[in-house]
């Protein structure tokens, strides 16, 4: 896919975004639509995949460490052809396989059950290093929110990915600036973040996660990295690509209103 | 009396007779391999070795991540870090997504010894029943501990194995045979019977040999695994003997005491006395003193059956 066909894919993975948390009537749309970019150069044109054969040994691994954000990862594994775009719908419902966080018993694509912040980044160190072990070429993605840094569990887990050399693993930050409680910085101050990253032994990136082809380069930048993981702060607009959700932290955790929705569409149209 | 070895002895020999067979064997620790045995493994085997530093969180949670692409994964720290440091951890990136991880955790319970308090886990057992998925072993010596250990290897569950510091003696038969999920018969009886599990089923033996000088019958069941119980067993000594008694190192809050109460009540009442740490706080100590200072002794263990028989 070039450019252009990776931003028109984003745009459809914003309008399922808005169209599921509607119809489940709760969900994350602001951090979802965040994240949905950096998923769409994932899943379309980065990561080895094989949507017809999810189990497959030569995949790369992708574990959404802010696992609220599912309703980008769900649109992302439907639109690639994981399973029926149709399901989308079914988020959140009673038997559906699409929980409110990921579950990785139940849909195929999704590798490891997420969604208690802080734990998606140890569990792809854990990917990480058990592919170094068996000296597989898999690359390992996880993307965190900001917020999420303040979890003391990624800094273990950071510890761990420098400590043991672990560069077939690259950590995304979706830097959106806005946790349920206001913003990132008021709340609780992770900055700076880029020297924070560097003195825990990164490989740091900085990118304009809607950027499409930044994120691209980044992406190869952190695959031919040695010696060291990478994380890519990308700076982000939580509710990006509808106007009324963008950098408002209400929008973390609350679904539109038909109408809404309505409006929502139109301008993802 | 033969040589006296603690259970994470067993369990550190284990894993590194196993190095060599199970290719797939990864076992993590968080700065106390000397401590948990994990150590001997890493001796043998230290590509498939991981220490993670003092980091339980994050050393569940890489499990979770190494169980995911199919490894047997063990990982190792003391009770009370593994399961109420990173209780989340295990609840949700290892037990909801089913993945099979074993949580072997040493130096539970009062027997840490001088420690103290802080150290002592009285409650891990009750915390992991409760966690959907979780299968929970508490082996009684070296060789049920050996057993356990080869067959968790194999297991596509989750588990929570829970290892002693203190040296033990070998209680159980030369011929005996650990299957997950099933209790044993040590002592025939019909008065009254005894379920107990960890070091406690040697005392729990010794008192059924006072008890029955005294024209007292008392059957003896080991109860390895606390989760998925012998129902079954349960309730045919329950039936057959009419009065019982739990014994463990462990809160009486939530243990084997806990689970026997359960299917006791909703199957075949019968008086039930629990021995155990009786809701409160252990203390520094030798591990012999604590033992009885908290009344987990042959002679209570006795008074209890006599109780409980007085009961019917």
Known sequence: MDTLELQAKAKELRQEIIKMITAAGSGHPGGSLSAADILTVLYFDKMNLRPEEPDWTGRDYFVLSKGHAAPAQYAALALRGYFPVEELTGLRKLHSRLQGHPVSSKVPGIDVSTGSLGQGVSVACGLAKGLKIDKLPNHVYTMLGDGECQEGQVWEALMFAAHYQLDNLTVIIDHNRLQIDGQVEKVMNIEPLDKKLDAFGFNVLLVNGHDIEAIQNAIDKAKACQGRPTAIIANTIKGRGVSFMENQAGWHGTAPKPEEAEQALQELA | ?312
Request: proline share 4%; hydrophobic share 45%.
């Open chain 2, 1 to 312: 009396m033969s040589e006296k070895i603690a259970t994470r002895e067993a369990y550190g020999q284990t894993l590194a007779e196993l190095a060599a067979t199970d290719k797939n064997l990864v076992v993590l620790d968080a700065d106390l391999s000397k401590s948990t045995k994990t150590c001997d493994f890493a001796k043998v085997c230290p590509e498939r070795f991981i220490d993670v530093g003092i980091a339980e969180q994050n050393m569940i949670t890489v499990s979770a991540g190494l169980a995911t692409l199919g490894k047997h994964v063990f990982c190792s720290s003391f009770a009370i870090f593994a399961v109420g440091r990173a209780f989340e951890q295990i609840r949700n990136s290892i037990a909801y997504p089913q993945l099979p991880v074993t949580i072997a955790a040493t130096h539970a319970g009062l027997t840490v010894g001088e420690d103290g308090a802080t150290h002592q886990a009285i409650e891990d057992v009750a915390i992991m029943r409760a966690v959907p998925n979780m299968t929970v072993i508490v082996p009684a010596d070296a060789e049920e501990t050996r057993q356990a250990v080869r067959q968790l290897a194999e297991y596509p569950h989750p588990a929570y194995l829970r290892l002693g510091r203190l040296a033990v003696e070998q209680i159980l038969p030369a011929d005996y045979q650990f299957q997950i999920g099933k209790g044993t018969v040590l002592r025939d009886g019909n008065d009254a019977v005894i379920f107990a599990c960890g070091l406690m089923l040697g005392k729990a033996l010794q008192a059924a040999e006072q008890l029955a000088a005294e024209g007292i019958n008392t059957a003896v069941v080991n109860m390895p695994t606390i989760k998925p119980l012998d129902s079954e067993l349960v309730c045919r000594m329950a039936k057959q003997c009419g009065a019982a008694v739990t014994v463990e190192e462990h809160s009486i809050i939530g243990g084997l005491g806990s689970a026997v109460a359960e299917t006791l009540t909703e199957n075949c009442p019968i008086p039930l006395l629990r021995v155990g740490v009786n809701d409160q706080f252990g203390q520094s100590g030798k591990p012999d003193e604590l033992l009885t200072e908290y009344g987990l002794t042959v002679e209570n263990i006795a008074a209890k059956v006599k109780e409980a028989i007085n009961r019917k």
